[in-house]
């Protein structure tokens, strides 16, 4: 059953932490990526391809929320 004034403040909130974590992680292992990279140790391809691999994560996670939030309120 749909909520009459939208979706709650809380799952609002939730919604935005795990954003926020998956945002952070991303850009830790890319800065680990790109001082690999500068260093070396991996070879450049793997850095260059990065963008499209966070991309394609980003846009799975949106789904999985979409889904999720689908399922919990219909």
Do not use: S
């Amino acid at each position: 059953m749909p909520i009459p004034n939208g979706m709650p403040f809380y799952d609002l909130k939730d919604v935005g932490y795990k954003i926020a974590i998956i945002f952070g992680v991303l850009i830790v292992i890319y800065g680990v990526l790109w001082l690999l990279a500068e260093l070396g140790l991996i070879p450049a391809i793997a850095f260059a391809i990065f963008p499209q691999i966070v991309l394609i994560l980003i846009g799975l996670f949106i789904i999985y929320v979409a889904y999720e939030r689908k399922k919990k309120y219909y």
